[in-house]
């Protein structure tokens, strides 16, 4: 590869020389700002790494681009594009150091929605060290400018080109599979601004994300008003009679709702070899315990984006996309969500989560879903004692969000989200003194430790709601988010289940996760209804008395004599309350055994139908051409998660009040 660069020794006069001076400044340069104005969180020594190698690709082929040239031109572009990556870096520096994130095409190109909040304030977040940004810049500009290397007139030749753009992309494939085994699916589930940036590097991550917004933008465009017509007459015409035993029984309290991270049904009611239950507390909710409901045979429909897909369900009674979150690739479009519904009839709307909030995009998403506040890690006492994994283990952070939830103004709807219970499972010594179990498997062992301390968190919570005098007047929803054990722990789960082997069948049936449904006054037990997490929104917007006829969704309310028990999977699967469709084939739930495949086939076209018509919506944006009766959209220049959350929210900033 560098031969074609080694003919000529004297480097004064060697056409090549310049540029790799150039290269090697801006690949140092971008080093050391991730180094010192970013905070990327490093944790080990693949990462190191990888953030001192990611910038060397695309510093070849952008300044690559000025090799094709010859003499005057060449040494121009060359400055030039150094000079525009600079700037480049530069403003996610700027805007770094306001927003604790990076540029994004779409935040750049609507500056209403975010860049708004930095106005004028611009110049403040500028320092006068600022100019050695572009110190290299001016040296490359120096050293064209007295003519210190000759021989520019000669062009290059076509291999030594070649090989130029050819090395970009060889280090680019090598730093993509190198991320790749420290962070599995890094690209196909964006997780993290943050994390892209980490692994490939501040440019890699403006190519992949201007990709990202040329694909969104064009599904945008292909769609028009006459797609929506048809999908409101099915949302409509598949409406569930609300049951009168529960219609409006909610009316006007609080909505708290808890994503319980990675929690899966089996552990629920399930006892350890040795005797131990591992999620006490919730075995007594589920008998009924503080007027509280559980759903048995509730399920995660989630796709990549994990949590955050939960979430998107949760609030839209959508369907998540079967490619990629949600959240990362649709955080722009036109929601009627569950918080700006809220936020109509009076309620306060608020998410607190102990993560920064460009995690799966959060901060973006939410001002779209009309959430009015957001207390993230910002708002948390983030010491390595009280953190794992992603963020705050669940005690410490249920704990410091009870302040805030007594701080607002009631009624509110509020979302905490847990995440101790994450993979790869486990808690710190001091943490608890639940052993792990014994089936051969750390995360399996290490799941019911982290499960059992999750348990303790929530009832801690439910004790401190008590205290706050906010159980009684308080609907608290509390939901297993996603699986938490994978396909490659079967081994050892078919020894948890105390069954030979895992089939495909039960494989479909361990994708149940807990749904919990307290509300004051009301009987609590254990309900057998088969759904998934597209039917909540129906069921609680009944419950609270507010009529959602007229609103696209995909789920129905779980206590409605009408609601049909039929749970479509992102993966093609489909759950009914007798049947069981996977891997092509039909089971019988009764019996797990195999049956005519002509008992799914009229299961299997509902889902297939309504999954088509979710991601019409989603992917077109199809929301913005309908409007239910008396809806008004979130005003998202008014929501800012940057201002100090613990305030009031004024009549300024109150996100679409219209209608109390
Ligand atoms: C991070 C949390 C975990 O903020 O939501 O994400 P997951 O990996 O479970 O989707
Ligand atoms: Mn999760």
Redesign the pocket.
Known sequence: MLKPFMNKMNTRNNKYTLFFIAVLLLWIKTYVVYLTQFNLGVSNNMQGFLLFFNPLSSALLFLGIAVIFKGRTRQTLLILIHALLSLWLYANVVYYRFFNDFITISTATQSSDNTGDLGGSVLALMKPYDVLFFADTMILAVLVLFHVFKSDEERWNTRAVFSVFVSAIMIFIVNLSLAETDRPELLTRT?DRNYIVKYLGAYNFTIYDAIQNIHSNAQRARADSSDMNEIVNYSKSNFAQPNPNYYGKAKGMNVIYVSL??LQSFAINYRLPDGREVTPFMNALARGADNTIYFENFFHQTGS????DAEFMMENSLFPLSQGPAFSMKADNTYQAAPAIMNQHGYETVVL?G?YKS??NRDKMYKSLGFERFFDAKYYDMNTENTKN??MKDKPFLTESMPYLSGLKQPFYAKL?L?SN?FPFGMDKGDTDFQPGDFGDSAVDNYFQSANYMDEAVKQFFNDLKRANLLDNTVIIMYG??YGLSQNHNEAMAKVLGKEEITPFDNAQLQRVPLFIHIPKMAGGTVSTYGGQVDVRPTLMNLLGINTRDYVQFGSDLFSKEHRQIVPFRNGDVVTDKYTLTDGKVYSNKTGKEVDRSYGERYEKIAKQELDYSDKVVLGDLLRFYKPKGFVPPDKKKINYNTDQTQPLNADNDAGSAEK
């Open positions: 997780f991270e990675s984006g994990k949590t955050s989560h993560n995690f799966w992603y963020g989200i995440l994450h988010d996603h």
